[in-house]
């Protein structure tokens, strides 16, 4: 079955800058965009940032200019490089595709989640 799998949270200090990782694998036929998610304690889970096959790229407002997303050639992995962290960059970061797993069937896939805490 399709997994995403992320890597890369942790503790951090205002200023500070971490990279996050995610691969997909599995039964992929294609992948369509790829993108991360944010989801703060008791605030309902954000876009953070998302890549398409066109090469298109949004960012959320609150995090343009520190963060920049970006996918490997074989475009199975994504990451987040976050720069300039701030206090109110702490969440549960979630690493979201939709792909194909063959020529007809597609579908939203989602990893387990990796924690970002900043704080001093």
């Known amino acids: 079955q399709v997994q995403l799998v992320e890597s890369g949270g942790g503790l951090v200090q205002p200023g500070g800058s971490l990279t996050l990782t995610c691969t997909a694998s599995g039964p992929i036929f294609s992948i369509i965009g790829m993108g991360w998610y944010r989801q703060a304690p008791g605030k309902e889970r954000e876009l953070v940032a998302r890549?398409?096959?066109?090469?298109?790229?949004d960012y959320a407002e609150s995090v343009k200019g520190r963060f920049t997303i970006s996918r490997d050639n074989a475009k199975t992995t994504v990451y987040l490089q976050m720069n300039s962290l701030k206090p109110e960059d702490t969440a549960v970061y979630y690493c979201?595709?939709?792909?194909?797993?063959?020529?007809?069937?597609?579908?939203?896939?989602w990893g387990q989640g990796t924690q970002v805490t900043v704080s001093s």
């Open positions: 890549v398409n096959n066109g090469g298109g790229i």
């Open positions: 979201q595709s939709h792909l194909y797993e063959t020529m007809t069937t597609w579908g939203e896939y």
